[in-house]
């Protein structure tokens, strides 16, 4: 197989990465709650080039350095998941905001992917993101999404299957 073991979604509350996931799950999600807490994350799977591959919707976090319960549950996600790779969803309208968690990622060396969503919405607005340019920037595939109509689900899709190996 060359993707990934698993998929982590991971972001800021409200980014969009539930509806994400019910995209890249086709609706096939099965709610799961972290032992000992009321805080719950989503497990699922899509395919991809003929490889089923599991992908979790982690609780929203404004840090990799946890301040609550919901983040704790994310980085303890993190921290168990060797050989996955990591979704960074950002909201298009505030991009620069959302760049934090993925920074962290980045620096963490997780494999990655970056999801700019809501990039139907950021247009709306006149804001402009160089996706070459912010791709070329932090060396990761960097994918405009707008979940709730499912663009760029499918190029989402490719880019977390591509082949990574040196």
């Given amino acids: 197989m060359t993707g990934p073991s698993q998929v982590l979604l991971v972001g800021h509350p409200n980014v969009g990465k539930s509806v994400l996931f019910n995209r890249l799950a086709d609706a096939t999600a099965v709610e ?3 032992p000992g807490t009321t805080v719950s994350y989503t497990e699922g799977e899509f395919v991809v080039d003929g490889d089923t ?5 982690t ?20 921290d168990g998941a060797e050989d996955a790779l990591v979704v960074g969803v950002i909201d298009a309208t505030r991009f620069e905001r959302g760049l934090n968690v993925v920074l962290e990622l980045v620096e963490r060396e997780f494999e990655l992917t970056v999801a700019v969503n809501m990039w139907d919405q950021a247009r709306r607005h006149g804001i402009e993101i160089d996706v070459k ?6 060396d990761v595939p ?3 999404t707008v979940a709730t109509e499912g663009r760029g689900i499918e190029t989402l899709k ?6 990574r190996s040196p």
């Fill in 32 to 34: 799961s709650n972290y």
């Fill in 133 to 138: 340019r912010v791709e070329a920037l932090l």
């Fill in 53 to 57: 591959v599991p992908v979790i919707d």
């Fill in 142 to 144: 960097v994918v405009p």
């Fill in 158 to 163: 490719r880019r977390i299957n591509e082949d």
């Fill in 59 to 78: 609780p929203g976090t404004f840090s990799l350095d946890p301040h609550d319960r919901a983040e704790e549950v994310t980085v303890d996600l993190l």
